[in-house]
């Protein structure tokens, strides 16, 4: 731990003594040097972990300041743009529907449940309201990937539902009932992925990563509020 810890360490001193900077006369400790003073050259260093660079030191800075996604949490943040994506196209597939098939009573329906469907999967993907944050439901992600599924199903059913069209021709009618069927199949698909990922426990793995993540960009804000590191950029 040691010197790797030094950059943490002047965030403490600096909420105990008020500084407002790390000046170049701090960047020599945080780099380690034995005895308050020697070189990456030095043969103090015979045997140990050699100190490390000035370079090194601004970067693990810039590290602090600018936190970055790590690669398992932008791939839980491209499954929810694919949900999204597929939701969206899917509602959009839904006003298609109304618009050009003829359908029934029941037909009708069953597409305003797929569209209040999906739009409950866009606004819980994006966690805007409290009503998805609440439910549990659609917080457990193995009760969500049912539920995304199910959403899917029903798309997939639509194609044989109304075999009659308005206002389109059979062209149209064929492309459409595609379109319906490619992102009927992608709701499927996140659904089954949400649904294995919660049994692996990966939802656990995820909520710890954002915690992480949001608990580091806080702190960098907080860096930038009180003006600590300012000199660190070279």
């Given amino acids: 731990m040691g010197d790797d810890e030094d950059v943490l360490k002047q965030w403490d001193a600096h909420e105990k003594t008020g500084g407002s900077t790390v000046d170049e006369e701090t960047v020599p400790a945080l780099m380690g040097s034995p005895g308050g003073g ?24 810039d590290d602090q300041l ?60 994006l966690e805007w309201t409290n009503l998805t944050l609440s439910s549990a439901l659609l917080k457990i992600w193995i009760s969500r990937g049912l539920i995304y599924g199910f959403v899917g199903v029903l798309g997939l059913e639509e194609n044989d539902v109304s075999p009659h069209t308005k ?4 062209v149209g009618r064929t492309a459409a009932l595609n379109y319906i069927k490619v992102v009927a199949w992608m709701m499927v698909a996140c659904g089954i992925l949400y ?40």
């Fill in 38 to 61: 020697g070189t990456a050259g030095s043969d103090d260093w015979a045997g140990e972990t050699p100190p490390r660079t000035r370079g090194d030191v601004h970067d693990e800075l």
């Fill in 66 to 125: 600018n936190p970055k996604r790590n690669a398992l949490h932008r791939f839980f943040n491209f499954i929810r743009f694919i949900t999204i994506f597929s939701a969206s196209n899917m509602l959009l597939g839904q006003f298609i529907g109304i618009a050009f098939d003829a359908v029934g009573p029941i037909q009708y329906v069953l597409r305003i449940y797929v569209i209040l469907l999906c739009c409950l999967t866009i606004l819980n993907e």
């Fill in 167 to 170: 206002n389109m021709s059979m």
């Fill in 195 to 234: 649904t294995v990922m919660g049994i692996l426990c990966l939802q656990i793995v995820s909520d710890k990563i954002r915690e992480n993540y949001q608990g580091r960009v806080a702190r960098a804000a907080e860096l930038r509020r009180t003006g600590l590191f300012e000199s660190s950029n070279p």
